[in-house]
């Protein structure tokens, strides 16, 4: 996984009533997850708030992160600067605001904040203490996927010849730009470009082939594309080629 940046900015709201409900001294909010292409377009804001109980003197709050791939089943925690550090307070405040942005994330996955929540005394002794686990914020993988799902023959005017079809699909979020497809030893063809979902179909005349062989469509051949899944980009064939 890519290294996971952490950019902190603390605020204290000072005498402000807290965005918590009013039977609640602590909550953790999202405030934001940008989705993207490159790593640094996929970020997270976290915000927690806080308000004192009788006889605080200082609040604090430590940040924890986690996340989760896709097929795991729990969550598991990531290490990065600023992180597993109580961050504290002016003393005598009434409300406390502490807001964390983490960026550089990978995808897809999914992550999230577990936010530990203390209140001091004059003397340094906690009084009260809570945890919250946030909301998550998703990261899907948003870039193309393409895959030769099919391969069918046509007949044409020479009986010995046959039109092989490769139908290429973009499996994808987003589109993909120009690529070449392969099949067998022919020269491969291009592709100017597909859109995500979309399939479009890739043709080469050869001669036609029998068992016991078999013929191979590989699609970004030229390994231009950056995909999502990289091992679904070969389909291999047994002769005789059925047509469509």
């Given amino acids: 996984m890519k290294r996971i940046a952490l950019i902190l900015a603390a605020a204290a709201a000072f005498g402000a009533a807290p965005a918590a409900a009013a039977d609640s001294t602590a909550r953790v909010a999202l405030l934001s997850c940008g989705t993207g292409l490159s790593s640094g377009e996929r970020t997270a804001v976290y915000e927690g708030r806080m308000r004192r109980v009788s006889g605080t003197r200082k609040m ?13 089943k729990r969550w598991a925690g990531i290490k990065a600067p600023g ?20 960026e550089n994330l990978a995808a897809p996955a999914s992550y999230r904040v577990v936010v530990r929540f203390r209140w ?31 391969v069918y023959t046509e007949r044409i005017g020479d009986p010995a010849m046959r039109r092989y079809v490769v139908v290429v699909r973009n499996k994808g ?34 001669p036609r082939c029998d068992a016991p062989a078999s013929l191979t469509a590989t699609v970004d051949a030229g390994a231009l594309i950056d995909e999502a899944d990289e091992d679904d980009n070969s389909l291999s064939v047994p002769c005789p080629v059925g047509p469509v």
């Fill in 60 to 72: 604090q709050m430590r940040f924890a992160l986690q996340w989760r791939q896709p097929g795991a």
């Fill in 83 to 102: 992180l597993g550090t109580w961050v504290s307070s002016n003393p005598g405040v009434k409300s406390y605001t502490f807001t964390k942005r983490i």
């Fill in 120 to 150: 001091l005394d004059a003397r340094g002794h906690t009084l009260h203490s809570d945890t919250i686990v946030a909301r998550p914020c998703r990261q899907p993988d948003l870039r193309p996927n393409l895959v030769p799902t099919r």
């Fill in 173 to 206: 979020e987003t589109a993909a730009g120009g690529f070449d497809v392969a099949f067998g030893t022919l020269p491969p063809a291009h592709v100017v470009d597909l859109g995500p979902g979309v399939s479009t179909l890739v043709s080469f005349e050869a």
